[in-house]
């Protein structure tokens, strides 16, 4: 073992039990060849060194010690999260790189069951190369079969190598199969006809909810920013009229007794715009994160899914943004000067 491995594995060593456990199944979803403990210790030391080093670039801006603490646990987690994400974006390209060939595999089996192969070598002359992922699952199970395993065996450890549900429910049909000695082809064959259906309904599903999908990035990406400039400029162009009839001096006025209806307060107000654009970029960040989430939920019932669009988001939504208020302030300081 490398000494790096060696320091990674006893780092692990301090976490928790069910930590491990996790990155253990989705780095085996995701099939990256690491020992379980290795990873799991890489990607708390990963986590540490960036949260450390984004901290002390950060430390030269405030002194404040809780900020920094509350700083270093966001970047921290944050980091652990953004690796655990990519391991599951991996997990479920391989689970519908699967799922994609399901049908064409199932039929290739069932032919060669009815041609009168045995179902154990007709699975494995289904492993063809243009099946990808699932001819290498195939590969592996043959080689379990031959070092001793049975063939259900080897099939229900093949399902523990993959996240995808579809493949689980499908051998154990194929189990089923072989123990009560039914008829195995018609079974696969009917089943490939299934997930084919379901693959076409999930396809005119997502074609009739495009336009919910376009409203929402219309929403996020262009109406949001630019509500949020136009009422930015609003303010600073109230602001910016109050400052110039004098407003302060009437206020004044009022506290000696003259009466001015329209002059609600004597108090002097300050508006801190800069909190104002801090506010307006941390709401449009926020919406396109959630947007995001929602995108990946229309298109594949599942919010993470969505989370290679944040990026794409949250940039696009700020750049309307401050397009519209750089345009909205000209337009208005012209109009008013």
């Known amino acids: 073992m490398k000494l790096s491995d060696r320091v990674y594995f006893t780092v692990q060593k301090f976490l928790p039990r069910f930590y491990v456990e996790i990155i253990s199944r989705k780095i085996r979803y995701a099939n990256i060849k690491i020992q379980k403990e290795v990873w799991a210790g890489f990607t708390f030391m990963v986590s540490l060194f960036i ?73 494995f002359l289904s492993a063809r ?83 919910y999908v376009i409203f929402m990035m219309l929403a996020v990406l262009i109406a949001a920013p630019m509500l949020y400039a136009t009422s930015m400029n609003f303010i600073v162009l109230t602001d910016s009229i109050k400052q110039s009839i004098g407003l302060e001096a009437l206020s004044q006025a009022a506290v000696t007794g003259v009466n001015i209806p329209f002059i609600g ?5 300050s508006i801190d715009f800069g909190a104002l654009r801090l506010f307006s970029v941390i709401n449009i960040s926020i919406s396109a994160f959630f947007a995001s989430m929602l995108l990946g939920i229309f298109r594949d019932g599942q919010e993470r899914t969505g989370l290679p669009y944040v990026p794409v988001f949250i940039i696009g939504g700020l750049l309307v943004y401050f397009i519209a208020d750089a345009l909205i302030g000209g337009l208005m300081a012209g109009f008013f000067s």
Do not use: C, H, W
Not at 72 to 95: C, E, H, K, P, W
Not at 178 to 185: Q, R, Y
């Open 129 to 211: 190369p243009e099946f990808g992922v699932f001819s290498d699952e195939i590969l592996r199970v043959a080689e379990e079969t031959i070092a001793g395993k049975t063939i259900m065996q080897a099939m229900v450890r093949m399902t523990d190598r993959t996240e995808s549900v579809l493949l689980k429910r499908v051998v154990e049909l194929i189990n089923e199969g072989l123990n009560s000695g039914g008829e195995l082809a018609s079974l696969l064959e009917k089943t490939a006809d299934d997930i084919r259906v379901s693959s076409v309904l999930n396809q005119e599903i997502q074609s009739n909810i495009g336009s």
């Open 265 to 269: 307060s004597s108090k002097q107000i």
């Open 51 to 123: 949260s450390i080093l984004i901290t002390v670039v950060m430390a030269s801006q405030t002194q404040s010690q809780g900020l920094l603490i509350a700083f270093f646990l966001g970047v921290f987690f944050a980091v652990s999260y953004t690796i655990y994400v990519i391991v599951q974006l991996m997990s479920d390209q391989r689970t519908q790189q699967i799922e994609n060939v399901l049908p064409d595999a199932l039929r290739l089996i069932s032919a060669n069951i009815k041609v009168g192969i045995t179902p154990d070598k007709a699975l």
